[in-house]
């Protein structure tokens, strides 16, 4: 195969999540010769804006979001390291998690599937994360971004005790933090002090990448 | 065709059931049913029963003698076989509202014209839900009166391919309809074309221009749905069981006058029952009355054996609202728990029948997919009951990528044409359109997809000959 | 309080139950149900259970030991003698929305305010349909987090007299609310007085503030309602019988519990069944599925011999809109079809429960007055067939003036709230108003005819100093 | 009884439709030398306008209206040929019909109850009635205003049909003609040259008065 046709049957087998193809391809990729950044940035990365794309157009249902978004998960395992060594890293990692007193998650995981998707690094805390629980996972993966997720309106303050936990721990300039599930709004975003909120999965994945970019634009780091 | 393999839901007891059957005896006995008809009057009266002026007096047996000759089940015939229809059993079929003046566009209400009488055409044909358009979808005004029964059978003959209703304004508009039938199909005979609507001038009395065309369809063997309208308040007593047996008497006695005049012909057992408010005067649809009534004429039909129609998306409601959507669903859901054979007026009726509504039409497919989707029985097999997906996912995952759902997700639920679940947000982004906006965005969509059916050239010219010639001979 | 004496809607043969039967045995003995709590896991291994971490795996014969100690039916008492609500056999109860956020008036969507809460509490009072306020009628946002659960508690006290649910917050909410229902009742162990709900962290896992507030409530005796609340495709398997399976599954082991905690305390069989769309993951309401599912749990709740809850007015509409409509009664046609001892959300629902709304409100209790009087069962007797009605009009006549009209014409037919039967210029001249603007003009015209029930001005006057008490306690 | 207190029973009994008790205080009240034109118009019409007055209200349903006009209709069986004697009138004659082709009769026959109880003697041909039938009719009974009711597009041009007859029976210009019917508009009346349309019973009612005194004010008649 030419390098054309394996980024070509990159793109093509993660489309529709064939994660055995995608990972052979790698490796056939590797072997050829093709740099790890070619394969995400020209190959990976594209496909899943398709999958996003077609999600939003009502094309795509949400388990073949989430076939594509482990097909590139798989692929993703074996390029990391490589991609480390090069310095070039994925879109970002993002560490999410709902709320302490909250165990609402079909949203938290719909905002998950669609940001690994994207080519984010999703570590997930799962349901009923306390304060604490961010603050040491913050400090142990050093995510670009944290995001709280709840769906009581009696657990949305926990966001508010969220972002007092990082500051305490000097972690606030550190992260950015995002916000959402279905009673959250965009005004009680900003009352809390949170980076960013978005209503829905494709919106997350958005706001994300453009909350990044502004945040490297300041830093004067590449995007 | 929708096959309803669900259980029907019978809410008479055996008691309740010799009470009525008590009652509509004494009525064709004791009070009579009148037939403005004297060719009607001359068949009973060789029939042997009493007959006094307009007036007839019957007897039970013999009604349930002629009842037993009219067929169980028939199939009536649409130009491309895939559209034929089954009328009867578990079988139930669709048509479009019919007979409305006025049609509604949002919120424009006006004469209907022989355009929107083509438009609803071309809905009844996009939407494989329905099996017909019906028949007088709208009155076109714009038409001339004498000959417009005629543009109608052409649209209904050429703009759909399934089957249509009969005009029954008069017997030589009955021999029209008959007559291009035969032009499309060559053979009406064996298996029948076209359903006509025939109504009782309730209480009690069979009206001469009904009859006249009862009198060409069923010597023609096309099936006639003999039609009690009873709106109770005015062409019933304010009661449901009495309005039932009233229902019977005349309907089984306008059956039996079918079987006189062509012994085995087929005919439907039809049923249009509501009320009328008290307080107004005004007819009230899709009200609870209705719905039992419904449920009752059901088990009725059956056990005399015969075909039956009722049901539709009824409403009293101006408007595509809110109204218009629980009225329209708490007729249609009591007709597949009842499993009407022949269901008219299931897309687009409003107000009371006077109007067809396009958006309305919209929403009541959107009823009549969800209702398919509901009576059709659950397999419950080991298989389905996917233990291994319980013991993939475990305790607190989800279920969104377990191999079970990969498998089935496109199609294990119902998607729905209209309902919309989209978060606020983005129901905002998207112009905040309620149901009824969304509506007139679908069937413009759906009149754009319309194709028209193909149909061989000769007999388009055929047909078309006939309108030009009989228009003529009417003078129009 | 309504009695549906009308025959259940059943849908499920013997084999399929049987098939059922298997699915819910195998999943509880060979997968288990996780507690997240101590205290539960203890009561189970006492019992002789399989405890392996926060998972147990039962004996399906010991589930049904415990399930037969449940009562089949029970008193909750009001404090208005007139309004305490017998839950079980053919009795149904209707309580209002629960949980929403948000409100919608017209065309506003915005956070809930305590004083949304008291509006709502008050339509609760003033429409007799309605059996309760529930418990959680919106999200008092505006209210102090910590001890907004009193304020709550204190205005469906005082506000109605009516039953209430409990808050489920936690356990020390839990102990609040049953300490604030002493005071108003007195004894409230020999007949309970509040109801509330429990909901399983699907799949397969019972969370621990849940389960504090079970513990609080059932060793009170207070009933509480153990619902699985499925949306296919996230928290159970893409297929309705895998989800029943699954549903029984946790719902009578959460029985269970509420047994081991309290031999022969009241508990509810809930249910609350529906699917997520596959293509967006929004959860959908009023769907077929859920109807579907809703039928079969009715007659699987009456083979354990347990009171059940489900249905509600249930749709994803983001306004009073046509969709609204048509999904409402989708869920509530069936809930009658089934006859669910116990509805929540039969009034006010809007957009999957994020949002009450005070048109849906008005909206939804005609839907509801409509049912009650649809499931009322038709007197078929001699006297109903109106023979002499029939006999006096004859033939062709109308029924306005007959005498069986003249003593019937006020009650004979179901009369509207919302609906309307006015003709176009009627219509017209009233304002072209649709459903949601009449709607409006109804609720607003209710809260004026509001009254408060009276109350003990002592018992009021202990309810506030405990309030005031635990508010400064709990900080806010 | 004293002659007021005969006026408010014959009021009260009208209003509730009692017939025998309105016959009873008829009789009474010319025993009591009360004048047929007094109970007419203070009595019996004031009770029917009250009566038309809670229909529209939502008040009265339509059988009350019905019992209503048949109470009164008994009165004027009694008041009528004295009335005549005096030279005064009922409130006018009309004269009504489904016209050929049509059996619609609901919304005809309710025009009939508001009419009778608005104090005009109604004449009901019944449904499927001829032109021939009309003319013949209107030669008999003289009526002030004919009504033609129509419930089917394909009957409405059977009122052009009824006026051509009219005028060519020389008739048209000594009734008042209104149409209506579900499915008639104003735009139709006018368009067949009918004289008033009303859309529903108490409508068409106040139509009929208003026509009749319009008719009267020409014709110099005292209203």
Known sequence: MTEQEILQGLYDRTLVGDAPAVLDLTDQGLAAGLAPETMLFEALIPALEEVGARFERGDFFVPEMLIAGRAMAGAMEVLRPLLAQTGAASLGRFLMGTVKGDVHDIGKNLVNIMLEGAGFEVIDLGVQVAPERFVAAIREHRPDIVGFSAFLTTTMPMFKANINALEKAGLRDQVIVMVGGAPVTQEYADAVGADGYAADASTAVRRAKELLAGRRAVAGTPS | ?476
């Not at chain 2, 399934?162 to 298996?191: Q, W």
């Not at chain 2, 309005?243 to 249009?272: D, K, M, N, Y």
């Not at chain 2, 409601?317 to 728990?337: K, R, V």
């Open chain 2, 1 to 476: 065709m929708f096959l309803n393999q669900m259980p029907r839901y019978e809410i008479l007891s055996a008691d309740a059931m010799a009470t009525l059957d008590r009652g509509w005896r004494r009525i064709v006995s004791e009070i009579g049913v009148e037939f403005m008809s004297p060719r009607a009057l001359e068949l009973f009266r060789k029939a042997g029963m009493k007959v006094e002026e307009n007036n007839v007096l019957f007897d039970p047996e013999f009604l349930l003698e002629q009842v037993a000759k009219a067929p169980r089940e028939f199939d009536v015939q649409a130009r491309n076989p895939a559209n034929t229809v089954h009328i009867g059993g578990d079988h139930m079929a669709f048509g479009a509202v019919y007979g409305s003046p006025f049609v509604r566009e949002g919120d424009v209400r006006r004469d209907a014209t022989l355009d929107d009488f083509h438009r609803f055409c071309k809905l009844s044909q996009v939407f494989g839900e329905m099996d017909s358009a019906g028949g007088v979808v709208c009155e076109p005004g714009d038409a001339p009166l004498d000959s417009r029964h005629l543009d109608m059978v052409y649209a209904l003959q050429t703009l759909t391919d399934k089957i249509y209703m009969g005009n029954v304004v008069s017997g030589p508009n009955a021999a029209d309809t008959i007559a291009m039938t035969r032009i499309l199909l060559g053979d009406i005979e064996t298996v029948p074309a076209t359903i006509s609507l025939i109504n009782c001038n309730s209480p009690l009395r069979w009206d001469d221009r009904m009859l006249d065309a009862q009198f060409e369809y069923s010597a023609a063997n096309q099936p006639v749905v003999l039609t009690p309208f009873l709106l109770m308040g005015a062409m019933s007593p304010v009661s449901v069981p009495a309005t039932l047996v009233q229902q019977i008497a005349e309907a089984l006695t306008g059956i039996a006058l079918s079987q006189l005049i062509r012994p085995g012909c087929p005919v439907i057992f039809g049923s249009f029952l509501s009320n009328i408010d008290m307080q107004s005067g005004s007819p009230c649809f899709g009200t609870p009355e209705s719905a039992v009534g419904l449920l009752c004429t059901g088990q009725i039909a059956r056990r005399f054996g015969l075909p039956w129609r009722s049901g539709g998306a009824l409403t009293s409601s101006q408007t595509a609202d809110a109204q218009a959507g629980y009225e329209a669903l708490m007729t249609m859901l009591p007709t597949f728990l009842a499993g009407a054979n022949w269901v008219m007026h299931t897309a687009g009726w409003l107000e009371g029948g006077l109007v067809s509504g396009f958006e309305k039409f919209v929403m009541d497919v959107e009823i009549l997919r969800m209702l398919q989707h509901e009576f059709t029985p659950l397999e419950i097999t080991e298989e389905s009951l996917a233990f291994d997906a319980h013991a993939e996912v475990g305790h607190g995952g989800h279920f969104l990528g377990a191999a079970h759902t990969m498998e089935r997700f496109r199609t294990c639920f119902y998607r729905p044409l209209l309902s919309s679940s989209d978060n606020y947000e983005r129901w905002m982004r998207r112009g905040a359109k309620d149901a009824a906006a969304r509506a007139t965005e679908i069937y413009r969509a759906k009149l754009q997809e319309y194709e028209p059916p193909p149909l061989d050239d000769a007999i388009r010219e055929e047909l078309r000959d006939y309108v030009t010639r009989r228009r003529r001979e009417l003078g129009d």
